[in-house]
T-cell receptor
Framework: DADVTQTPRNRITKTGKRIMLECSQTKGHDRMYWYRQDPGLGLRLIYYSFDVKDINKGEISDGYSVSRQAQAKFSLSLESAIPNQTALYFCATSDLSGRPNTGELFFGEGSRLTVL | GNSVTQMEGPVTLSEEAFLTINCTYTATGYPSLFWYVQYPGEGLQLLLK?????DKGSNKGFEATYRKETTSFHLEKGSVQVSDSAVYFCAFSGSARQLTFGSGTQLTVLP
């Protein structure tokens, strides 16, 4: 089983619908992240959480919200989806405690979202 | 602000050719530098890293040296294989304790 699991893996929805992407991890890491990947733009950070009570906006948080339900679960919501939110979304975890600049990110397999 | 600039792709090489993918960064302080690889249909995974100037990261035949004077971290491999076909991302970890990624370089290796 994957250490970082994302559901759903693929989703097609319509403009204006509410969508939730879920992420769960078995690595025991405190830190979790949501990125989106667009061709030619690389990965851009949407939100990140360093523990259950700590939620931070990334560079492109507008139109998104998150919930950290437990140490192992971090969900991303699109309250009213729009076509330019069509992208590949990745959840990632890390354990950077004690050495903030040397940690590695562990990624899920991605959730491909298409908004029509 | 902080940013990463990496060589645009796509890059197409024949098997056993030499590979270089350029990466330069703009950051304050002394970031750690990373190369991640994304194989088709998968998430990103760490390929190699370097945490201080002049460090060389290496893995699976790939190497990259942290050059502070040129703010670069170019990825190299002496002889690529078809199985190296993937998207490669340069990234750095700065004071905000997050990773900033480059735009990715698609590599295709032909037999």
């Amino acid at each position: 089983d994957a250490d970082v699991t994302q559901t759903p893996r693929n989703r097609i929805t319509k403009t204006g619908k509410r969508i939730m992407l879920e992420c769960s991890q078995t690595k025991g890491h405190d830190r979790m992240y949501w990125y989106r990947q667009d061709p030619g733009l690389g990965l851009r950070l949407i939100y990140y959480s360093f523990d259950v009570k700590d939620i931070n906006k990334g560079e492109i948080s507008d139109g998104y919200s998150v919930s950290r339900q437990a140490q192992a679960k971090f969900s991303l919501s699109l309250e009213s989806a729009i076509p330019n939110q069509t992208a590949l979304y990745f959840c990632a975890t890390s354990d950077l405690s004690g050495r903030p600049n040397t940690g590695e990110l562990f990624f899920g397999e991605g959730s491909r979202l298409t908004v029509l | 602000g902080n940013s990463v600039t990496q060589m645009e792709g796509p890059v197409t090489l024949s098997e056993e050719a030499f590979l270089t993918i350029n990466c330069t960064y703009t950051a304050t302080g002394y970031p750690s530098l990373f190369w991640y690889v994304q194989y088709p249909g998968e998430g990103l995974q760490l390929l190699l890293k370097a945490t201080k100037a002049d460090d060389k990261g290496s893995n699976k035949g790939f190497e990259a040296t942290y050059r502070k004077e040129t703010t670069s971290f170019h990825l190299e491999k002496g002889s690529v294989q078809v199985s190296d076909s993937a998207v490669y991302f340069c990234a750095f970890s700065g004071s905000a304790r997050q990773l900033t990624f480059g735009s990715g370089t698609q590599l295709t290796v032909l037999p």
